[in-house]
């Protein structure tokens, strides 16, 4: 029973990052600072990360 919580504790883990990296990729979007104000996303980008967040919806609670 220990190893099964193991890989479900690791599981977690990886789909938690999964999300990271994707809020990452994305957040540009939505600021206006120096860095992010030219970020530009392309219609098939915009619609692989609307559709990968989509996904992730069904396997990653709300971040804590």
């Known amino acids: 029973m220990t190893q099964l919580l193991y890989l479900a504790e690791l599981q ?3 789909w938690a990052a999964i ?3 994707i809020e990452d990729q994305a957040s540009g979007s939505v600021h206006a600072d120096a860095v992010t ?3 530009r996303y392309s219609p098939d ?3 692989a990360l609307i559709s990968i967040a ?3 919806l069904t396997v990653v609670d709300k971040p804590a």
Do not use: H
Request: charged share 40%.
């Open 12 to 14: 977690d883990e990886r």
């Open 19 to 21: 999300r990271s990296v």
């Open 37 to 39: 104000s030219a970020f």
């Open 45 to 47: 980008e915009a619609k």
């Open 54 to 56: 989509a996904a992730l």
